[in-house]
Nanobody
Framework: QVQLVESGGGLVQAGGSLRLSCAAS????????MGWYRQGPGKPRTLVAT???????DYADSVKGRFTISRDNGKNTVYLQMNSLKPEDTGVYYCSAVTGGYFQYTYWGQGTRVTVSS
């Protein structure tokens, strides 16, 4: 079992910045990749960024150059630094963790809401 707790969401003006945090606990040894997804109003949940155990990163095209995903292994925490925020970045941001083994499984945090005003 893996537990994920997100924090750092809030209300920010367009052009501003936020840093989201995701703290992982439980059976963290089996985690292969962690990442951030978001779900805007009336939209499906989509990939924002991922980071693997080897620190390989991937980003959605819409956030490249603006968002940076990083991890602190000592704290078992993943961060998402969001700069130059746009109103279209508004949504609930979810932390995810994919565990390896015989069967892969994706865990999700409770989500943290980000609202970007014009």
């Amino acid at each position: 079992q893996v537990q994920l707790v997100e924090s750092g969401g809030g209300l920010v003006q367009a052009g501003g910045s936020l840093r989201l945090s995701c703290a992982a606990s439980g059976s963290i040894v089996s985690i292969y990749v962690m990442g951030w997804y978001r779900q805007g109003p009336g939209k499906p949940r989509t990939l924002v960024a991922t980071i693997t155990t080897s620190s390989s990163t991937d980003y959605a095209d819409s956030v490249k150059g603006r968002f940076t995903i990083s991890r602190d292994n000592g704290k078992n925490t993943v961060y998402l630094q969001m700069n130059s925020l746009k109103p279209e970045d508004t949504g609930v941001y979810y932390c995810s963790a994919v565990t390896g083994g015989y069967f892969q499984y994706t865990y999700w945090g409770q989500g943290t809401r980000v609202t970007v005003s014009s």
